[in-house]
């Protein structure tokens, strides 16, 4: 529904409500982790995080890797998480940090910004207006209209981009200059993984605008992840992962040990046809920003069961039985007296019979 969507662009994916759909452009291990994004296929090219995805497979041009920083569909996070609320018009990479905050109760920053340390601009010139925030203007005399962004990477780390450009189809990554991978750039501003880089490393992205381009805005964000946090925090959350017992499109059920009270986040969008046990006893859900489902639980083992039956599911079914029963008992009667309780429609009543007056009109002409 709208709320997934928008839970979704909040994490920095490409989603649109107008169109009640999202796409995956690459992601950060934490959006994928909150979404359950296990497996990844690639038909075009190597993954560029290679420090978040194994590969597993391959054939010819085609690619597949499994997420290393895979957490189980549900999972024990801190209840200051149920304060959390998704802004998808805010910069991605602070909803992240939030999020992955509220979840670990960790402080330290996961995601930390790079300033750009330098610019190469061919037949267009661009006003910074705050950061990753600028205002490009093309030179109607050139021939082509190209923006390049540089960083110089202070440590050895893994970057991640941000970029919202409604008029360039392609974005280039370069490290040192040499070409490295390439996104294709839709109508929705998404996070794109940038790869792993030492310290004094140059990252840049490159955009070619096109010929008729003239003006526009650029958001371009570019973020370093902080791999001690993301650790620490990822051994947290998989230490309250639960265990599945059972698994089916309307049913699951398994165990988990909560170390302390928190909730159980389900990478789950929320329905009001969803309902929840534990240990038995009916819980309520209290799900995360009305769109993801959440379970309370407190410290010790538990065993949750979350059912799914769609909202008039029960009584539209009753109708139906109750439309069939009586069908039955009317066949029934008829059986037993051998009369007919639904007499046939006599001709001359039917609804297609000509009336008598036409009759008479028909026989004087």
């Known amino acids: 529904n709208e709320n997934a969507t928008k839970w979704i662009r909040s994490l920095g994916f490409p989603a649109s409500e107008a169109g009640n759909r999202y796409y995956y452009g690459g992601g950060t291990p934490v959006g994928n982790a909150f979404t359950g994004v296990r497996y990844l296929i690639s038909r075009a090219s190597t993954v560029l995080d290679d420090s978040a995805w194994e590969q597993i497979a391959s054939s010819e041009s085609c690619y597949a890797y499994r997420n290393q920083y895979d957490l189980p569909i549900g999972f024990r996070a801190n209840a200051s998480l149920l304060e959390y609320d998704p802004n998808p018009e805010a910069n991605p990479f602070d909803n992240l940090n939030t999020l992955f905050r509220l979840a670990t109760g960790i402080e330290t920053p996961l995601f930390t910004m790079l300033e750009v340390d330098s610019v190469d601009y061919g037949g267009a010139d661009a006003l910074k207006n705050s950061y990753g925030n600028y205002t490009y203007h093309t030179d109607a005399s050139a021939e082509s209209h190209s923006l390049q962004y ?216």
Not at 241 to 269: H, M, N, R
């Open 150 to 365: 540089n960083y110089r990477v202070p440590l050895d780390t893994t970057l991640y981009g941000y970029m919202n450009l409604q008029d360039v189809s392609n974005i280039t990554i370069l490290q040192n200059g040499v070409y490295k991978g390439y996104f294709n750039n839709g109508k929705q501003g998404f996070i794109f993984p940038m790869g792993t880089y030492q310290g004094a490393d140059t990252a840049s992205v490159s955009m070619t605008l096109p010929k008729d381009a003239v003006s526009g805005l650029i958001v371009l964000y570019m973020y370093q992840i902080n791999p001690d946090v993301l650790e620490q925090g990822f051994a947290a959350l998989q230490n309250g992962g639960i265990t599945l017992t059972e698994a089916s499109d309307t049913k699951l059920s398994g165990t988990l040990t909560a170390e302390q009270d928190g909730v159980c986040y389900f990478s789950i969008p929320y329905e009001s046809g969803w309902h929840a046990k534990v240990d038995g006893v009916k819980t309520e859900i209290t799900p995360i920003a009305g769109e993801m489902v959440a379970v309370p639980v407190t410290a010790g083992t538990h065993t949750i069961t979350l059912t799914y039956c769609p909202k008039g599911f029960i009584a539209g079914a009753c109708c139906t039985a109750g439309a069939v029963l009586l069908l039955l008992a009317v066949s029934f009667v008829q059986w037993k007296t051998g009369k007919r309780l639904l007499q046939p429609v006599p001709e001359e009543q039917a609804e297609f019979a000509v009336p008598e007056k036409e009759k008479a009109e028909e026989t004087e002409s």
